[in-house]
């Protein structure tokens, strides 16, 4: 039987061990040869406690795991092995697979870049007859923009809806868009109104403005493009913001070219809003472009499209209109809308009634 000073002092841990080493009575036995100079396998069930089967079982396990070895003096009798020495030698063979894995892991890596990067070069130049392209994937979007990029010498003509960007979108924006203006591009790019309320956004379009670009907000809708010196430009895919159709087709490009020059011209300078009742005349017309595309009859989820604004702010601002006209319902808000624009002035006919 196992003596008590074995037991208390070296198997308390045992159940402590994360058992993805080895069993219970493979611990069990590691810990009674720690304790001995040799043991004997056939006998050391007795000793244990367990039986002769158990034990056997335990031997195999340590011996597969070279915690045990044969003594040098007595074949039959086993000895333990420190846990350092057995781990270099178990693990060994396993190691050397996984680095045999990884320079495999590597070379292939090596090879879908090579051909990622001819998938791109194709996608810049164009294809021939296929020269619209689904990309979905966004390292692929990306890769291309900044090819094109690189290539682009006369304009690039950007559309970007929604509000806020991502500051790290923004960061790698400016660090290309600064490149650009460097060679002498002509950088045009197109907002929603929502975006003026982002202070990195804001940041952003100040110091580009400052080098020389143009930014302009759209007070409706915008889709998403970029069109590089009016040869190939990137469209977006709806409800899939990880793609973009690559168009390389001059007859599409135009087209992409002729959409973004007339919303150009109907947009307005990019200003952040101000601190004061100015921002408040902003917010109420707002309220007046959401009311009219209420009477019009789009959803919330359309018209915060249309004005690149969350939908949850879209649903407050429609909330808060309705009290300001003492509506009971939406289709009672648009109806008032209306005829309080039929009472009002041209030049009114953006304001609602006063909020305070």
Known sequence: MLNSAVSTRSTSWIHRMPQMIASDDALLLYAHA???VEFDPDQ??????????????????????????????????LTCVDPERAAARALAPLERQAHEQRVAIDEMRAGFKELSDWYVNCA???????????????????EVISQLADKAT???????PGGARPEESLAEAMYRDEALIRRGVSLRTLYQHSARYSQPTAAYVERLTALGAEVRIV???????????????????????SAALIVGDRHVVQFMTQVFERTWLTAEPFA???????????????????????????DDRSIAKRLGISQRTCQRHVAE????????SRFQAGYLYREAQSRQPAQDNKALPPTT
């Open 219 to 241: 007070p409706g809708e915008l889709t998403r493009m970029i069109i590089f010196d009016d040869h190939c430009g990137l469209l977006e895919i709806q409800d899939n913001s």
């Open 124 to 142: 810049t130049t164009g294809r021939g007859s296929r020269s619209i392209e689904l990309i979905t994937d966004l390292t692929t979007v990306l």
């Open 321 to 328: 209109v309705m009290t300001i006209l003492g509506a009971t």
């Open 272 to 298: 952040r809003p101000a601190p004061d009742g100015t921002a408040k005349g902003a917010i109420e017309g707002v309220r007046a472009t959401i009311m009219s595309l209420l009477a019009a009859g789009l």
């Open 154 to 160: 006369t304009q690039v003509l950007t559309a970007q």
């Open 44 to 77: 050391v069930h007795i000793e244990l406690g367990i039986t002769a089967e158990r034990a056997k079982s335990a031997v195999r396990e340590l011996v597969s795991l070279q915690l045990v070895q044969p003594c040098v003096h007595c074949k039959t009798s």
């Open 34 to 36: 720690a304790n001995q």
